[in-house]
């Protein structure tokens, strides 16, 4: 398998970098085995234990979390799922298009969100690091030919 990286932009804008590159692929839709949407990593969340811990988007909707977690990579159901992130990210613009997408990230519900307050020196660095390895675990384990990336049995696939 191979990786490609999509640094998309304006998602608050109609996700117009995605919608860009779905129409135009680099692979072909019909090959690409998953979207691992990476955002919001860079501020530590208590929630799922502090810094360089991840959590994951649509955790019941795919296989990919409980295998992460029996691999020894520590990533986390999404703390907030009546925030909905699954479907209000990149990723599921991706789902939409039949591809399994999922977002990882570290979101901890902070006043900057979208404000102008939201700045580089917001960041925590070692955070930002280690959850950056825990990712970089998960797509390594993603990349494995014999790993399987596919929907949980009985999952119904959204109409757009």
């Given at each position: 398998?191979?990786?490609?990286v ?9 996700l ?23 955002e919001?990593i860079?501020?530590a ?8 811990k ?7 909707e795919?296989?990919l ?20 992130y ?16 999922q977002s ?41 030919p ?9 999952f ?5």
């Open positions: 398998r191979e990786v490609v999509l640094l998309a932009t304006g998602e608050e804008k109609g117009i970098g995605t919608e860009y590159y779905l129409d135009h692929p680099v692979v072909p839709l019909d090959r690409t085995v998953c979207n691992l949407n990476i919001m860079g501020r969340d208590a929630t799922i234990g502090g810094a360089g991840v959590w994951y988007t649509g955790p019941d795919t296989t979390l409980a295998d992460f977690n029996d691999a020894g990579i520590p990533v986390a159901r999404d703390p907030y799922p009546e925030m909905n699954y479907r209000r990210s990149d990723n599921y613009a991706f789902v939409l298009k039949g591809v399994v997408g990882f990230s570290t979101y901890d519900l902070h006043q900057d969100y979208h404000r102008v307050t939201d700045e580089v020196e917001t960041l925590d660095g070692a955070h930002l690091a280690a959850a950056t390895r825990v990712c970089l675990e998960a797509v390594r384990m993603t990349l494995s014999d790993q399987d990336v596919s929907w949980v049995e009985g119904k696939l959204p109409i757009r």
